[in-house]
């Protein structure tokens, strides 16, 4: 038997009182934020509909997993540890952040079947920016996901290392591994030239099976299976590390996503990861 357990923000009554009924009695369990029972044996539709009905995230996990059981945790960064796409507010100083801002949705919708020369696309219509926007990018617009910040602490507190793996820029995957201590990066270079973005980028693109490899070698590195990772992202290009993670988390990812993943967070923080997990709820 399995544990079933759901979590809003703001969990409602009427969320765990229809939950109570499709376990068949009430939860072992209850807080603001989340509601747990435990022996249920649910299939996926019966879930998946309740909690679409009830607006909660709702996961089926095994009894007792431990997040001290995984050894490596990989995060992409643009809208999933932060909440923008940065390369679509470099190109709002560009005048040109609608058309950029459709080839990223379509890009993170699995729409677009070359990622690199979308990238390369977008970050053409960079060319002759001052690099100076991208330190305006960081100060004024990037913020953390909700969450985010707790989750990394605690999952470092368990044992984990953790690993920034971006189809964005260094630029901010650098700033960011620093103020969240992150220890592993991975991302895409902008060529920079006499202070001006030259519309190019420095080396290969960091596409889905960049971040594939880069999950795989940082485990191997350090010693930890794939069986003992977790992978965290949102978009179509994150789908190849997901694939070979031990757990794949879609954060308000798309619909492609949200389908091919073991887990997902519709309406928490990121925080909401730490629920699913015996030791840190």
């Known amino acids: 038997m399995s544990t079933l357990i759901i979590q809003h923000p703001s969990l409602s009554r009427a969320a765990i009182d229809a939950f109570s009924a499709l376990a068949g009695h009430p939860p ?3 807080g603001s934020r989340l509601a747990l029972w435990r022996r ?9 509909f309740a909690a679409d009905t009830h607006q909660v995230d709702a ?3 095994a009894p007792d997993l431990q997040l001290a059981s995984f050894g490596l945790a990989a995060f992409d960064m643009d809208s999933t540890l932060i909440t923008i796409e940065c390369v679509d507010e470099i190109a709002d100083f560009a005048g040109c952040k609608a058309e950029v801002a459709a080839i990223t949705e379509a890009a993170m919708r699995g729409e677009i ?6 990238l390369r696309r977008r970050v053409a219509l960079l060319a002759g920016l001052p690099e100076t926007v991208l330190q305006r990018v960081w100060d004024e617009r990037v913020e953390l996901s909700p969450g ?5 602490r605690r999952m470092k507190a368990c044992g984990l290392q953790m690993l920034l793996v971006s189809g964005g820029f260094t630029f901010f995957t650098d700033r960011l591994a620093a103020r969240l201590g992150i220890a592993h990066v991975q991302s895409n270079q902008l060529e ?9 980028l420095v080396g290969p693109v960091i596409n889905a099976a960049a971040k594939r490899a880069a999950l795989e070698r940082t485990a191997a590195r350090i010693g930890c299976s794939l069986a003992r990772t977790i992978a965290v992202g949102d978009g179509a290009n994150d789908l190849q590390m997901m694939s070979v993670a031990g757990m794949s988390v879609a954060y308000r990812a798309k619909p492609l ?3 091919e993943t073991t887990h997902a967070i519709n309406h928490g923080g990121l925080d909401s990861l730490l629920g699913l997990f015996e030791d840190t709820r």
């Open 192 to 200: 920079i030239h006499r202070g001006r973005l030259t519309g190019r």
């Open 257 to 259: 996503v949200r389908n």
């Open 40 to 48: 249920v044996a649910m299939d996926g539709e019966r879930l998946a």
């Open 113 to 118: 079947s070359d990622y690199d020369e979308s």
């Open 28 to 30: 072992d369990l209850t």
């Open 148 to 152: 985010a910040e707790t989750l990394i």
């Open 59 to 61: 996961e089926i996990v």
